[in-house]
């Protein structure tokens, strides 16, 4: 072979892996997470799942369910795994969250045939200690698929503890710090649970996040997915 040749094989070379590289991160699959979040604990957690999503090669797309507005909302065809997070109030999640889960409750189930995986976290204050773990994931995820009637849609779900920011720049009113204030000292008598008076207190369990984060990527990559 030629010099000439040879150097025009090489290039030819190149060009293949160039196209190849564009068709395998045109084939990486693709993840929506649809989040609620009032004071930003449930916002860490997606920013955390995002990395460890992006390290196992799966394509993010965030939705923030309570800043953006419905006509905007993504169509779910176009992943294949969505994740639906919330943070609890007053035992209730974030309106738009139950909202974004009961307005696609039919297309979940249709895509759930096409290959989907659906996960669904909560992240709250009883969920924080061993004891409070099942009922919180009872109460807070099972009982809510359960009532939208899409508890068999979904592949994977927990309740994830939560941030009792009892210091004086917590994000939230007067009020909702009052009855912050309140639940974490009953906590602590019902617990022995050890809270910083003033101070930020991270009760999530990031290994536990973790864990369940690079389960859905699992369950994603070992299936054919919906695209
Ligand atoms: C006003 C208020 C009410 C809360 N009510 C509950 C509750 O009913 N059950 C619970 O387990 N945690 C409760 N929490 C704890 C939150 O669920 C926890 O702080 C969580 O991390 C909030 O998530 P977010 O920051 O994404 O909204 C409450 C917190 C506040 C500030």
């Known amino acids: 072979m030629t010099r000439e040749n040879a150097s025009k094989e090489q290039a030819l070379w190149y060009e293949i892996a160039a196209f190849e590289q564009l068709l395998v991160r045109d084939m990486s699959k693709k993840v929506l997470i649809a989040y609620g979040s009032r004071y930003g604990s449930t916002e860490e957690i997606v920013r955390a799942m995002v990395q460890i999503l992006e390290k196992e090669g799966l394509e993010t797309q965030l939705l923030d369910l309570r800043q953006t507005k419905q006509k905007q909302w993504p169509t779910l065809a176009s992943f294949d795994g969505i994740l639906v997070g919330s943070g609890i109030k007053m035992f209730r999640w974030v309106g738009d969250a139950t909202t974004f889960l009961k307005k696609h409750a039919d297309e979940l189930k249709a895509l759930k045939a096409k290959g989907l995986v659906v996960g669904v976290f909560v992240s709250c204050g009883s969920a924080s200690t061993p004891e409070g773990h099942a009922e919180a994931t009872d109460r807070y995820v099972d009982k809510v698929l359960t009532d939208l009637g899409i508890k068999a849609e979904v592949d994977i779900?927990?309740?994830?503890?939560?941030?009792?920011?009892?210091?004086?720049?917590?994000?939230?009113?007067v009020l909702d710090k009052r009855m912050l204030g309140m639940a974490a000292k009953q906590m602590v008598k019902d617990t022995g649970?050890?809270?910083?008076e003033g101070g930020r207190n991270d009760l999530r369990d990031w290994d536990q996040i973790k864990t369940f984060t690079e389960h859905f990527a699992q369950l994603l990559k070992a299936g054919d997915g919906a695209n």
Request: proline residues 5%; aromatic residues 14%.
């Open 157 to 173: 779900y927990d309740a994830f503890g939560g941030v009792f920011d009892l210091s004086s720049s917590a994000p939230m009113g």
């Open 193 to 196: 649970i050890h809270l910083t």
